[in-house]
Nanobody, 129 residues
Framework: QVLLVESGGGLVQAGGSLRLSCAAS????????MGWFRQAPGKEREFVAA????????YYADSVKGRFTISRDNAKNTVYLQMNSLKPEDTAVYYC??????????????????????WGQGTQVTVSS
């Protein structure tokens, strides 16, 4: 069992920055691939970014590429999402998720939400224009 708790959301003006954190419980955090997803009102959940168990592989949605950066600190059981140059269309609830990978990246589907095993409760990000 992995418990995920997101933090760092809030209200920011367009062009501003926020850093989301996702703290995980459990001793096997480092074996999991981690992802960030978001869901805006009236829209389906969408992939934002993902990172392999050791941080060696990262993926980004085209809409955030060059603006967002995902990273992880396995010693702190935490994954981060640095969000720069925020736009009003980035407004959503942001969720972190963990996918079992057993210290192997070849069997991970980073962009598919249903492939993730554990989810946090989400943190609201609101970008004003």
């Amino acid at each position: 069992q992995v418990l995920l708790v997101e933090s760092g959301g809030g209200l920011v003006q367009a062009g501003g920055s926020l850093r989301l954190s996702c703290a995980a419980s459990g001793r096997t955090f480092s074996s999991y691939a981690m992802g960030w997803f978001r869901q805006a009102p009236g829209k389906e959940r969408e992939f934002v970014a993902a990172i392999s168990w050791n941080g060696g592989i990262t993926y980004y949605a085209d809409s955030v590429k060059g603006r967002f950066t995902i990273s992880r600190d396995n010693a702190k059981n935490t994954v981060y999402l640095q969000m720069n140059s925020l736009k009003p269309e980035d407004t959503a609830v942001y969720y972190c998720a963990a996918q079992r990978s057993a210290y192997y990246s070849g069997n991970v589907n980073y962009q598919l939400g249903t492939a993730y095993n554990y989810w946090g409760q989400g943190t609201q990000v609101t970008v004003s224009s």
